[in-house]
């Protein structure tokens, strides 16, 4: 943080490094995250393409996931954790293959833009990269 700082910054950076050390994201509250040349209405589970104007409706399970990821660009998101929370299991084998279903229709839906990509880390977990 440079000096001189403003009380109202360092307060909003102490709160964002709690945050953090307590494992909470900042949420975006309009729930509407910028993916290159797409934008996610997770609110209104659609994905639109800027540069053709497209429109794509998702499933709502298709964009909460995708939201998920949104929120965690860059990062690894554990297999895990996304089967725990859409499925309410770890490891069970239906809900893994339903995920892996999940993700090859996001990637065909991210398809069109080279800059991004839904990259597997085997045996962990799935990462949006976004570049």
């Known amino acids: 943080m440079k000096k001189p700082f403003v009380p109202d910054e360092l307060d909003a950076h102490i709160h964002a490094i709690l945050k953090m050390k307590a494992g909470i994201k900042s949420r975006n509250e309009n729930e509407h995250y910028k993916l290159g ?16 104007g497209e429109k794509k409706v998702l499933t709502v399970r298709e ?11 860059n990062e690894t998101v ?5 089967l725990s929370r859409f499925w309410d299991t770890e490891d069970d084998y239906f809900a893994s293959r339903s995920l892996d279903v999940f993700i090859t229709k996001l990637r ?22 976004v570049t």
């Open 63 to 73: 964009a909460k996931i995708l939201q998920l990821f949104c929120e965690n660009i």
């Open 37 to 52: 040349r797409f934008t996610l209405d997770a609110k209104h589970a659609a994905l639109h393409n800027e540069d053709t």
């Open 78 to 82: 554990e297999r895990k954790a996304i």
């Open 108 to 129: 065909k839906l991210l398809k069109d833009d080279p800059l991004i990509e839904l990259k597997n880390i085997r045996s962990i977990g799935y990462v949006l990269i």
